[in-house]
């Protein structure tokens, strides 16, 4: 990590040429020139809110880029959050933040990491401190954060509106990013994508869309959450939400609705009752997967088949060889959401179930692992973890590999207990990956002396593969389960996601 001291607001960063005009940012510290809230799209307001995003108009003069700007975000996604992600009020909410060694220098041609922010698709914001991009670009990566429009105003049907609305707005950054990262420094053929949780599910969605292809060349995948609502189930949502604030569904008839009502509704709608939204024992995960549900969430605002942007499901469409030549890393946290879940099942009934379900010893081995290092009382929140993001993760690693993409695709699994929480937690790995652990909240998420040595080594990793567009690691094509684990130091275990494997065998065959 740097020891650089950060500069003031009157140390100006050199002013770039962007396609809607000229911005001028600030330096963070000697390495690391950032260029806040920069418009990518026109505000989504008025006429545009339920729209597509339209292209920024040209702006006359030099413009200020030394703040971060308005965010989608409005409320925040509970009452206690992992990671701050500040609301900022204003119109302008479509912005991207510019982090970046080498301001002007076209000659540069750095690569470049962008980062789409988590927050269940309904909340989040890029503006948190810790997706400061100032040490990929002590490592020479300009990283960049990008906004895009949440809950029922980025993914709910409207009748007349476009769907998937969140993921136009991420396309149009991406868009943005080709056509202006150069002056930063950047080259816009060595751009990755990469985000955390929904951020995660964006990227593996605009991995499997056929219109995001050639916009980027890899993809990083933080507990990646997996969504693919039908329209009929996304219609149902959105007739429903209007009929209880007793409106037509149409487009002219939202228009007039005013965002705080529609954010005082949003969350009591946003749940397809098809879709089983968790699992409390291992016969009941069983009977869900061999149902077609595999990591499958349940939100109803999120990444939509929608014809255009997904003509078919992610996983699918990786089936179809869609994003087959992009490079891909993805993992999971060890314990991710392993909270309390009532269940009167005990760890040896589950063993048991396991067995005859026909999992093999080691396997079964290295679930019960998992649950003794947090506690056997937390076995059906590891269950819970298993249903929501460890098993899409061993499917899509078994999908790319039998559609010729493995020698593409790297696991990881963070194994790196926290001292606050004696678990390996959802959003845990974020600091370490951006090495940023000085930052507000990391200590009171992860204790107070999370392990520099170990940020080193993830941070570097990403680096790497940001940089080559491959990693120096065995890949799905030569162990289909295995995995780099980050757990004090790093490890190769290429059996690391045996369980999961087998047990989507188990479903699927």
């Known amino acids: 990590m740097t020891s650089n001291p ?65 965010t989608p975000q409005r409320r925040p996604f509970g009452p206690a959050v992992t990671i701050p992600e500040p609301s900022i009020p204003g119109d302008s909410t479509l912005n991207v933040n510019v982090f970046t060694p080498a301001p002007r220098d076209t000659s540069a041609h750095l690569p470049v990491y962008v980062w789409i922010h988590g927050g269940g698709y309904f909340a989040g914001s890029p503006s948190s401190p810790w997706y400061n991009g100032r040490e990929f670009n002590a490592d020479g990566v300009v990283t960049v954060s990008i906004s895009y429009r949440l809950g029922f105003q980025g993914f709910g049907w409207v009748d007349g509106a476009p769907l998937n609305r969140g993921l136009l707005d991420q396309i149009a950054a991406l868009t943005w990013v080709q056509e202006n990262i150069e002056q930063f420094g950047g080259d816009p053929a060595k751009v990755t994508i990469g985000g955390q949780s929904a951020g995660g599910g964006s990227v593996l969605a605009l991995l499997g869309s056929a219109k995001a292809q050639g916009l980027f060349r890899g993809v990083i995948s ?53 879709i089983p939204s968790s699992a409390s024992s291992i016969d009941e995960l069983i009977g869900i997967m061999k149902r077609g549900f595999i990591s499958d969430s349940s939100l109803g605002y999120a990444p939509t088949v929608d014809g255009d942007v997904l003509t078919e499901a992610p996983r699918e469409a990786y089936r179809h060889g869609v994003g087959s030549g992009v490079a891909l890393l993805a993992g999971t946290v060890r314990n991710e959401f392993s909270f309390p879940v009532p269940t009167a099942h005990t760890l040896a009934d589950e063993e048991a179930a396991l067995h005859d379900a026909g999992i093999s010893d080691e396997a079964i081995a290295r679930f019960s692992s998992k649950v003794h290092r947090i506690g056997e009382h937390l076995v059906g929140g590891q269950i819970l973890t298993e249903h929501m993001f460890t098993l899409g993760l061993a499917h899509t690693a078994l999908i790319r590999k039998e559609s010729g993409a493995g020698e593409r695709t790297w696991l990881y699994d963070f194994a790196q207990m926290s001292s606050v929480s004696n678990a390996s937690m959802h959003c845990d790995e ?37 940089t080559n567009g491959t990693l120096d690691a065995p890949s799905v094509a030569e162990h289909d389960c295995g995995a780099i684990q980050f757990l004090g130091s790093e490890r190769y275990d290429d059996h690391a996601y045996l369980f999961e494997k087998e047990l989507v065998e188990l479903a699927t065959h």
């Open 6 to 70: 950060y500069y003031g607001i009157t140390h100006r960063a050199p002013v770039v040429h962007t396609t809607s005009g000229d911005v001028y940012g600030r330096w963070q510290n000697a390495s690391s020139a950032a260029y806040l809230g920069i418009p990518f799209a026109e505000a989504p307001v008025g006429t545009l809110r339920f729209q597509a995003p339209q292209p920024h108009a040209a702006w006359d003069g030099i413009r200020p880029a030394v703040e971060y700007g308005p």
């Open 430 to 466: 974020i600091p370490y990956a951006f090495n940023v652990l000085d930052e507000p909240k990391v200590r009171e998420v992860l204790g107070d002396h999370p392990s520099q040595p170990l940020a080193d080594a993830i941070h570097g990793r990403w680096v790497e593969f940001i």
């Open 222 to 274: 933080e507990s990646g959450a997996f969504n693919a609502v039908t329209v009929e189930q996304a219609e149902a949502i959105g007739r429903a939400m209007a009929d209880a604030l007793g409106i037509n569904p149409t487009i002219e008839a939202w228009s007039q609705v005013d965002e705080n009502t529609i954010l005082d509704h949003e969350r009591d709608f946003n749940d397809i009752k098809e």
